[in-house]
Structures are given as structure tokens and as C-alpha cells.
């Protein structure tokens, strides 16, 4: 089944303790982004990637990091998590930079105490 | 900055009825525009996109319109149904690259 996955669904965590959101697609897609979704701010855009190590900001990169090293893996890394960043947290991909129908995964409800 | 207005955070409609929904951008006008569905606790599904050189489009009971003086876009469900309760979401593309700026949502309701 052509599917974006998120691990993990759900995390409680501390200020301050690294922690990794792992993303994945089998479909092949060369462009994969991150978004977080907060009550009336709607979803926003953090990093995104074009292809293999090739990645950019977004609306909000601050307090995050990404990495693309295989086409199909796109990591999203809080380095020191601050309570700002609780979040309900989306990874989503697309065929290409001209292909606009993104796919997403089921999302990762983030909060940080 | 571009800004994207959904006419209503809460629209309720009777089963049967035609829903329209709302989607206003400000300054440049993009290439194309987009709207999701999302249900609660799950990521948006894409539905239709439209381009600026298209007026509208269709899909099913879905019709969306694109109207670059207005700087506007409106999504209609023809014939809602309970199951077509969920929010729906706008986008567009700012920059030609996919990087989508999303509208807050509308949540619609669709009453037996």
C-alpha cells in the first residue's frame, strides 16, 4: 500500500531531550516536507526537500533540523525541545517539485514539558 | 505576506444541500490552488487542484472555482452527506517549488 508513515504517533518528552520524528514513503517521491499544525495558525511549513540532500526552510525551521540522505527517509530532529514545540506534527511528500498533490502521513502529537 | 482567509471556521448544512465554501488569498496571485480534507487525529487528503487558467474543476460532487480578480476560490459539495463532515483546507503554492501555505480550515458539518 502507497503510504507516508510517521514514528512515533505519539510522544511526552522534556525540555531539552534530543528526539528524532522519523518519516518515510514508498512511493518513490522525490519531494518530502514537514509541516506542524497548531489551533488557529493552521498547518505550517517547516523544512522541506527537493531530493537526496537537498533541503530548505520552511515557514518555522527554528528549533528543528532534517537530513535526506536516502530518497525515502526524511528525519525531523529537535535538537533541545522547548514547550513551543508541542505540536501535531505532519510529514508529507509528493512525486516532484511539479507534482503538487501531496501525500501525508498520519501525524505525531508532539508535547514537550 | 500572502495570507489566506476560509470564509467560516464553523459551517453547518443540512444533509442533501449544497455546501460552499470560501477561500480568499491576499497579494500575488499563485500558479495553482489546492484543497484537502482533513478528518479529526488524521493528515489531510489531497481532493482537486486548480490552476489559475482553469475557472473551475470538478470531481464527483466536487466543484471547485478559481477567480484570480477576486483573489478567490470556492469549494462546493454538491448533494452534502453525513460522511462529508470533516475540515477542509485551502492552499497554494507561494513559490512554484510545492511549498504550500495552508488556510486554517473550515469545519463542516453536514446535518441529517
Known amino acids: 500500500e502507497a503510504q507516508v508513515t510517521q514514528n512515533p504517533r505519539y510522544l511526552i518528552t522534556v525540555t531539552g531531550k534530543k528526539l528524532t520524528v522519523t518519516c518515510s514513503q514508498n512511493m518513490n517521491h522525490e519531494y518530502m516536507s514537514w509541516y506542524r499544525q497548531d489551533p488557529g495558525l493552521g498547518l505550517r511549513q517547516i523544512y522541506y526537500?527537493?531530493?537526496?540532500?537537498?533541503?530548505d526552510k520552511g515557514d518555522v525551521p527554528e528549533g528543528y533540523k532534517v537530513s535526506r540522505k536516502e530518497k525515502r527517509n526524511f528525519p525531523l530532529i529537535l535538537e533541545s525541545p522547548s514547550p513551543n514545540q508541542t505540536s501535531l506534527y505532519f510529514c508529507?511528500?509528493?512525486?516532484?517539485?511539479?507534482?503538487?498533490?501531496?501525500?501525508f502521513g498520519p501525524g505525531t502529537r508532539l508535547t514537550v514539558l | 505576506s500572502q495570507k489566506i482567509e476560509q470564509n467560516s471556521e464553523a459551517l453547518n448544512i443540512q444533509e442533501g444541500k449544497t455546501a460552499t465554501l470560501t477561500c480568499n488569498y491576499t497579494?500575488?496571485?499563485?500558479?495553482?490552488l489546492q484543497w484537502y480534507r482533513q478528518d479529526p487525529g488524521r493528515g489531510p487528503v489531497f481532493l482537486l487542484l486548480?490552476?489559475?487558467?482553469?475557472k473551475e474543476k470538478r470531481k464527483e460532487r466536487l466543484k471547485v472555482t478559481f477567480d484570480t480578480t477576486l483573489k478567490q476560490s470556492l469549494f462546493h459539495i454538491t448533494a452534502s452527506q453525513p460522511a462529508d463532515s470533516a475540515t477542509y483546507l485551502c492552499a497554494l503554492d507561494r513559490t512554484g517549488a510545492n511549498n504550500l501555505f495552508f488556510g486554517t480550515g473550515t469545519r463542516l458539518t453536514v446535518i441529517p
Open positions: 486548480i490552476r489559475e487558467n482553469e
Open positions: 497579494n500575488y496571485s499563485p500558479a495553482y
Open positions: 526537500s527537493m531530493n537526496v540532500e537537498v533541503t
Open positions: 508529507a511528500s509528493s512525486l516532484s517539485v511539479l507534482t503538487q498533490e501531496q501525500f
